[in-house]
């Protein structure tokens, strides 16, 4: 039985980037299983690599949308996690979007388990301050943190704030021995259970393990001199310096899953970390709000 699965939601625009990793998906196959979650049959019909993956589908339609509230790709993650915690027996799911590429030298079964395990063992979070005007963001991180409790979201916001932005700076991935206490603590399981824009999937887990297994939060850019212009989670970390990335190594951050972008500009020292996902494909900006991105 393998021991790490992959799931990912999928929508026909993002076909082509697994399209494009075809090869890879046929070598990984044997050390991981894949998930594909679709929205509809008639969407996995159209899917032509449906024979390389293990492809559910979870039909959204009937989630509330409106300007901000809709979270599909939020419903389809924590849908499928409960679905295969529940009929299979892998200790550690990984999400990603699909607009991901994998650095085969580095994403064997043992590499990618090191990675994954020291995570867990090193309990850091790591994030960047924001600017004064990025109100945005700090409004999403508001709604993450309240979405678990006021009693989790007062420690959130003792421990870490809202002027901390942490999403897409580490490998988003689920112990499954967490899944079925986390999904209680979100009341996943209650009829009223309705995931907003805001309600960020991973940094639900992020603030789950803050309070409940002792993770600690890096506050990179306001303790290390190294990190005084960081402004932003570490998806757009892109130091000139590699002295400054190498600081991250002392700080026994992962590297597992780095920007399409920063990984051009640094790729050996990155490959030489052991860096096996590259996300983001589809975006070419340096320094993206949320509110110019559109999901």
Not at 31 to 45: K, R, T, V
Not at 117 to 130: A, S, T
Not at 211 to 227: A, Q, R, W
Request: aromatic residues 20%.
């Amino acid at each position: 039985m393998k021991k790490i699965a992959f799931i990912i939601p999928i929508y026909i625009n993002d076909f082509k980037f697994l399209y494009n990793i075809r090869d890879k998906i046929k070598c990984l196959n044997c050390f991981y299983d894949f998930y594909l979650i679709f929205s509809s049959q008639s969407e996995l019909d159209s899917f032509q690599d449906k024979a390389l993956y293990k492809c559910l589908i979870y039909d959204h339609d009937a989630i509330r949308f409106g300007k901000f509230e809709a979270n599909p790709a939020g419903y389809k993650k924590f849908w499928a996690l409960e679905h295969l915690n529940k009929t299979k027996d892998y200790d550690y799911y990984i999400c990603p979007d699909a607009e991901i590429d994998f650095l085969l030298d580095n994403s064997n079964y043992e590499k990618v388990l090191s990675k994954v395990e020291n995570f867990y063992r090193h309990k850091k979070i790591f994030g960047g301050k924001l600017e004064p005007h990025t109100k945005w963001e700090r409004s999403i991180n508001q709604g993450t943190r309240s979405f678990l409790g006021d009693e989790v979201s007062e420690h959130i916001k003792d421990k870490v704030g809202d002027d901390y932005w942490y999403w897409w700076s580490d490998l988003p991935v689920f112990r499954s021995d967490h899944l079925v206490d986390f999904l209680n603590k979100i009341r996943y399981y209650e009829k009223k259970f309705v995931l907003e824009f805001c309600h960020f999937d991973h940094n639900l887990y992020l603030g789950y393990l803050l309070y409940y297994h002792d993770f600690v939060f890096e506050k990179l850019t306001e303790k290390y001199s190294e990190f005084k212009k960081l402004t932003w989670s570490l998806e757009y970390y892109n130091p000139h310096d590699t002295k400054l990335l190498k600081k991250l190594i002392n700080l026994n951050y992962g590297f597992s899953y780095v920007n399409n972008i920063v990984y051009k500009e640094n790729s050996e020292f990155y490959e030489k970390q052991g860096t096996f996902i590259i996300y983001h494909l589809d975006r070419t900006n340096t320094k993206t709000s949320l509110s110019k991105i559109k999901y």
